[in-house]
């Protein structure tokens, strides 16, 4: 599977942003997925997770109640709606397909998308 993500940019605090994570392939549709960020000098951290059906979500506590996670499998797409961001959010965003519980990350890592929040 390959991801894509797009609709990062520069953003002043408060404002909003949305991202896609396009995919190719037939497999979307049975992967959980997860929203991850890269801030510099930062390990990747998983911030946001939804069920291959979109029944579930699970959020980290910085983003928890700001960013809301979603999917389209007719469209094999995935989105992060980031509300209310902080500086703190800056980082480089990427998504993946992961194992539910256990965390694991599947090796199909695009090349991210930039999000830039000013104070």
């Known amino acids: 599977m390959q991801l894509v993500e797009s609709g990062g940019g520069l953003v002043q605090a408060g404002g909003s942003l949305r991202l896609s994570c396009a995919a190719s392939g037939s497999t979307f549709k049975i992967e959980h997925m997860g929203w991850y960020r890269q801030a510099p000098g930062k390990q990747r951290e998983l911030i946001a997770a939804i069920t291959k059906g979109g029944g579930t979500t699970n959020y980290a506590d910085s983003v928890q109640g700001r960013f809301t996670i979603s999917r389209d499998n007719s469209k094999n797409t995935m989105y992060l709606q980031m509300n209310n961001l902080k500086p703190e959010d800056t980082a480089v965003y990427y998504c993946?397909?992961?194992?539910?519980?256990?965390?694991?990350?599947?090796?199909?890592w695009g090349q991210g998308t930039q999000v830039t929040v000013s104070s």
């Open positions: 993946n397909a992961l194992d539910w519980g256990s965390w694991y990350e599947y090796p199909y």
